[in-house]
């Protein structure tokens, strides 16, 4: 039977869409296969499993300790879950209701001419905050090098008046030079970036500070997408969490045990 121009390229059209149907389900497909093997192929993946099989051909309890360990500290079903903890201790994901304070950037660095990209991550988190509220507020800067900070905050909004200076090398001094130019009955909003959330908001603790403490996101405490092979494999962006978290953890401890027999933490000691 002989179709009509019209049912001709209806049935074409139908065959068309039948062949594109068939293609998008194979590159679908294939593009789940590739995102399933592609991490075994990686360095540490590849590192994991001959580690895996020399634990099977030696036998040995440490071996296997150094695997579990190796595993854990890189698996990414894991490192998931400390990161959503993490995140529910570092105090405020949106600006506090009502805050009618001041705010607090502590700096992460940079020259005169430049900023390193979580200096600018928290000077943007603070330009959002600050615009969303579209009331004059004072901002506390801790920094070496203000004149780019103070560039970058200028150029995001017309409400901050600035107040700039050099707390010292370390966090530890900042707080020292902050808690004499801060008011511990007012409030305060502290901006820094995600791994250094918890220090900051233990040390307003300890240096009595009303302070709430929003935390500038960074890639490697971002929930990782995982699928099936997650469970098979490691993903370097978790050592990289678990070191700052260590780093973090080590730098707060060392402090408690040393800050009242030594003056490490005086600015100009």
């Known amino acids: 039977m002989l179709l009509g121009p019209r049912a001709l390229v209806a049935s ?38 001959l580690f ?20 854990l500290t890189g698996n990414t079903l894991v490192a998931n879950q400390v990161r959503d903890w993490y995140n529910t201790q ?25 900023l390193p990209d979580c200096a600018s991550n928290r000077i943007n988190q603070l330009a959002l905050m600050i615009n969303a509220q579209q009331r004059p507020v004072h901002v506390y ?29 370390t ?9 004499k130019k801060l008011d511990n009955t007012k409030d305060y909003l502290f901006i820094s970036s995600d791994y250094h959330a918890l220090r900051v908001k233990k040390l307003s603790q300890l240096h009595q500070l009303n302070a709430q403490v929003y935390a500038a ?3 490697t405490f971002r929930p990782v997408n995982c699928g099936w092979n997650c469970l098979l494999t490691v993903n370097l962006s978790n050592y990289d969490l678990f070191s700052k978290l260590a780093a973090e953890t080590a ?4 402090y408690r045990l040393t800050k009242d027999w030594t003056d490490w933490y005086t600015p100009g000691s």
């Open 12 to 49: 074409l059209r139908h065959q068309l869409r039948r062949v594109e149907t068939a293609t998008d389900k194979a590159q679908f497909k294939d593009q789940k296969v590739k995102d399933f093997l592609e991490p075994f192929l990686y360095p540490q993946n590849i590192f994991l499993w």
């Open 251 to 254: 730098s707060l401890q060392v």
């Open 217 to 219: 996101s960074s890639a």
């Open 52 to 71: 895996f099989f020399a634990c099977l051909y030696y036998r040995r309890k440490g071996l296997w300790l150094l695997l579990i360990w190796f595993y």
């Open 141 to 169: 800067m801790t920094t070496l090098h203000c004149a780019p900070y103070e560039a970058l905050l200028k150029q995001k909004t017309d409400y901050a008046a600035i107040s700039c200076f050099d707390g010292g090398p």
């Open 171 to 179: 966090t530890y001094h900042e707080f020292v030079s902050l808690s």
């Open 90 to 114: 570092i105090s405020t994901a949106v600006l506090p209701a009502n805050f009618n304070g001041d705010y607090v950037l502590l700096g992460c660095g940079g020259n005169e001419h430049s």
